[in-house]
């Protein structure tokens, strides 16, 4: 940073030369930012105290609340997982992106990059243990660790009668959607021990509530992440990781094109939403960044249904 101006994250010329999130100590002393202004305010406790609050709220802009923040997104190239890896940079995050296909990585990362965004790639199929391990080694190399996971791939390579559903669709779907997510967290949670913590968010969806029809070993995958998450909870939080769910509704993606399309779905879906419009893949993207910022510290264990408003819980 040059001396005197401003950084990414300080809106205020402070000064000094040193990066000032990580050490300026000016940068939430705002009698030292305006001495001027505050001298003359001296006499009014209640102004000082006012124009305190006013500066310490415009001098911490969005993009600091990740800032120094290595975050990892599976499924990331399009859909909820590029609109959340979008959301974690903007909000300061330096963002790994991954996905099955090289071109798919590549554009995506391209697209961030045109937005000034700090994010690089690589090509990772989380079935693949091969690649999950080289996704989160490849991360900590480059980035010096990893302080959260967005899990966020899935599958549904079926539609029909659960009763009928062949053992190999069931194998894929809890492969992918479940296991893989569980082998992931498994190992970025030494990484976060290193920094001292970390936030990891499993994407889960509506259905694990509200069963979709046709789709009974996909709900039933999205309902397991819900356990699963419960179920971690009490080692990570020994290690002052905390580990939440998102639960989308029907967003508007590629994923989820057949059952926008099938006339029945949609209009039973538009029937139960509160808020009368399909979901987009940015409605999904503020939660997240929350969930894995200090703001949501004494959070962890818990599901948030983005949904419109449709019922939910068990
Ligand atoms: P999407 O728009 O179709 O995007 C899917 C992304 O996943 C792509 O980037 C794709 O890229 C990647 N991908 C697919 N299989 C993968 C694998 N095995 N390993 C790594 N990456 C993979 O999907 P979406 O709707 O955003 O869905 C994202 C998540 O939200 C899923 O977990 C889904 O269950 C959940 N969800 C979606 C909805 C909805 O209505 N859309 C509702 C509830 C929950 P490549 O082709 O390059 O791999």
Known sequence: MMQGLGCNHCWINCNCSLPCRAECKK??????????????????????????????????DSKSRLANKVAVVTASTEGIGFAIARRLAQDGAHVVLSSRKKANVDRAVAELQTENLSVSG??????????????IETAVERHGGIDILVSNAAVNPYFGSILDTPGEVWDKILDINVKAAAMLVQSVVPHMEKR?????????????????????????SKTALLGLVRNFVPELSSRKIRINCLAPGLIETKFSLAL????????????????????VPSDCSGIVSFLCSPDADYITGETIVVAGGAPSRL
């Open 27 to 60: 940068r939430t002393e705002p009698e030292a930012m305006f001495p001027r202004a505050f001298s003359s305010f001296a006499a009014i406790p209640q102004a000082r105290q006012a124009m305190s609050r006013f500066v310490r709220m415009n001098a911490t």
């Open 122 to 135: 690589l090509v990772c199929h989380v079935g693949k243990a091969e690649d999950r391990k080289r996704l």
């Open 260 to 279: 926008r399309e099938d006339e029945a779905t949609l209009e039973k879906t538009m029937e139960s939403l509160r808020i009368q419009r399909i979901g």
């Open 196 to 220: 001292g913590g970390g936030a990891i968010v499993l994407v889960s969806s509506i259905a694990a509530y509200s069963p979709f029809p046709g789709l009974g070993p996909y709900n039933v």
